[in-house]
């Protein structure tokens, strides 16, 4: 009977990260490519077929929850604020052909022969990405803004908006709750 899929402290070592906080759950279905490049803090959790590739030097925070299926292609780098989460099945490419012009596409192909956006992606702190949305080349969400399920991000998200949409717009206002972040900030010390 298995008690638990989480990977050993000792077998979370062995991966290879830049650095790795405290009382971290990372599923033994996770994959990581490129970790050296990856620093994760306190109390992260990544569930099941998660797939995280970085090629710049990237952070998940401390108190971050990566859901089931979460993929992130981030080859210039990727950065996932305090109190953060992308639910299951979210999508982060942080590198994307362009699908339009005289071009081909293919990873394979040389770069002079094909049109590619790139970018760090970044969530500053607060953020929560909803199931099986998409995060594209520009993707900033500033503080406390939240994107809904089944939206794409391709560039900046207000601070303490609530998004939605294909391409997300602004749908709401998020509550900026002083008493949340103090609370959280207990969390911290």
Same mark, same amino acid.
């Given at each position: 009977?298995?008690?638990?899929?989480?990977?050993?402290?000792?077998?979370? %070592?062995?991966?290879?990260?830049?650095? &790795?906080?405290?009382?971290?759950?990372?599923?033994?279905?996770?994959?990581?490519? =490129? /970790?050296?490049?990856?620093? !994760?803090?306190? %109390?992260?959790? !990544?569930?099941?077929?998660? +797939?995280?590739? +970085?090629?710049?030097? $990237?952070?998940?925070?401390?108190?971050?929850? &990566?859901?089931?299926?979460?993929?992130?292609?981030?080859?210039?780098?990727?950065?996932?604020?305090?109190?953060?989460? &992308?639910?299951?099945?979210?999508?982060?490419?942080?590198?994307?052909?362009?699908?339009?012009?005289?071009?081909?596409?293919?990873?394979?192909?040389?770069?002079? +022969?094909? $049109?590619?956006?790139? $970018?760090?992606?970044?969530? #500053?702190?607060? %953020?929560?990405?909803?199931? %099986?949305?998409?995060?594209?080349?520009?993707?900033?969400? #500033? !503080?406390?803004?939240?994107?809904?399920?089944?939206?794409?991000?391709?560039?900046?998200?207000?601070?303490?908006?609530?998004?939605?949409?294909? /391409?997300?717009?602004?749908?709401?206002? =998020? /509550?900026?709750?002083?008493?949340?972040?103090? !609370? $959280?900030?207990?969390?911290?010390?």
């Amino acid at each position: 009977m298995r008690l638990s899929s989480f990977m050993a402290r000792r077998a979370l %070592n062995r991966i290879g990260f830049a650095s &790795l906080g405290k009382d971290v759950q990372i599923s033994t279905m996770a994959n990581f490519y =490129r /970790p050296e490049f990856l620093s !994760i803090g306190d %109390n992260v959790r !990544i569930d099941d077929f998660a +797939v995280i590739s +970085v090629g710049e030097p $990237s952070s998940i925070g401390d108190w971050v929850h &990566l859901g089931v299926s979460v993929f992130i292609s981030a080859p210039m780098g990727i950065t996932i604020g305090k109190f953060s989460g &992308l639910s299951s099945g979210v999508r982060v490419f942080g590198s994307s052909d362009e699908f339009g012009g005289a071009h081909l596409m293919h990873p394979k192909l040389p770069l002079e +022969v094909r $049109s590619v956006a790139s $970018s760090k992606i970044m969530l #500053e702190a607060y %953020n929560q990405v909803g199931a %099986n949305s998409v995060l594209l080349p520009g993707a900033i969400m #500033e !503080i406390g803004s939240v994107l809904g399920a089944l939206s794409l991000l391709k560039k900046r998200s207000p601070a303490w908006k609530l998004l939605a949409g294909i /391409p997300a717009h602004v749908i709401g206002e =998020r /509550p900026k709750d002083e008493e949340v972040i103090r !609370i $959280s900030e207990k969390f911290l010390s």
